[in-house]
């Protein structure tokens, strides 16, 4: 069912919410992030974050309200300013243009766990499996990648072990959470895969 390769492909299509600003400068070239705005069929809307390259903006002239369509893969990085997330997943561009098609929000990752899986009971009853996964680029490092199964995928992925590779289709979403920091609540936004399907390889 699942290439046995390195698999690291996003897609989505919606609304651009912002934008483009700086984000950084690598090798020459600059490097800007904005965010889509993606609708659940629950209605719920993902805010996820795109970085692309200078030329890759220019080429498509992006403005804000546009319905654009983002093909590319997930990266993450660890931030170590102390503000915001510590491990940063955002969507790396590798296409983007115009379509007015309806909102979409695709994810398939293949790799490696890298942490003992956590499976737990949310309040609402449900069971869910905490999974972190560890997918390797071409030059040799790796994105540092969290996703969550729920029901019966949670149970079967609770038994894996780390070291273990495994294949997965999902969705890539925002979840606002609250975290007390010096007594004072403060809202923050994690980003993590939910998992459709999943096999160990």
């Known amino acids: ?91 790396f561009a590798r296409e983007i243009y115009f379509d007015d098609g309806d909102d979409l929000n695709l994810v398939e990752l293949s790799g490696t766990l890298c942490k003992p899986p956590n499976l737990r009971t949310t309040p609402m009853g449900r069971d869910i499996c905490d999974l972190m996964l560890a997918v390797g680029r071409r030059c040799g490092r790796s994105d540092y990648l969290p996703c969550i199964c729920w029901g019966i995928r949670a149970h079967e992925a609770g038994l894996w072990q780390v070291g273990d590779k495994v294949a997965l289709q999902g969705r890539m979403q925002s979840r606002r959470y609250i975290k007390l920091i010096d007594g004072a609540a403060i809202e923050k936004t994690a980003f993590e895969v939910s998992v459709i399907d999943i096999e160990k390889l």
């Open 1 to 91: 069912m699942y290439e046995t390769g390195i698999r690291n492909f996003a897609e989505l299509r919606g609304v651009l919410a912002g934008a483009p600003v700086f984000s950084h400068e690598s090798r020459g070239e600059k490097f800007f992030t904005f965010p889509i705005e993606t609708r659940r069929l629950s209605g719920t809307t993902d805010r996820l974050n795109i970085v692309a390259r200078a030329s890759l903006l220019s080429s498509a002239e992006l403005c804000e309200a546009s319905r654009i369509h983002v093909t590319g893969e997930l990266r993450s990085f660890n931030n170590k300013r102390g503000d915001g997330a510590k491990l940063v997943v955002t969507v």
